[in-house]
């Protein structure tokens, strides 16, 4: 069975370290640490719905239940600290015990 079956609560902490050009995802270059963002706000939405409705459970990672999907569009991007980019196909989302989410490009699914 592919989606999320549960009520789930976006948490919204997470939100601005994924997205480009916050003070969050810069911090994370500054300290020579790569981030993984999505195209904009609107993708980052598109991307959990579609994980919601049609995502496959990879498995309970670093306590997390996790739901992914490949996308035929990049839906962002992986910036090193050094600039470089690295298209992102892989859409992840990532739920607490508190049944609380967000979205993460990727890659590839999690690993433990």
Do not use: C
Not at 84 to 105: C, M, W
Request: net charge positive; glycine share 8%.
């Amino acid at each position: 069975m592919s989606g999320i079956h549960r009520d789930i609560f976006l948490d919204p902490k997470h939100i601005p370290k994924h997205l480009p050009n916050t003070p969050q995802s810069q911090r994370w270059l500054r300290r020579g640490r790569s981030i993984h963002i999505f195209n904009d706000e609107e993708t980052m939405l598109r991307v959990a719905e579609a994980i919601i409705d049609r995502g496959e459970y990879t498995g309970n990672i670093r306590n997390y239940d996790r739901y992914g999907l490949f996308f035929t569009e990049a839906i962002g991007y992986r910036i090193s600290p050094d600039g470089s980019r690295t298209p992102l196909f892989y859409g992840e989302v990532k739920i607490d015990a508190q049944n609380r989410y967000h979205t993460i490009p990727r890659t590839r699914p999690g690993e433990g």
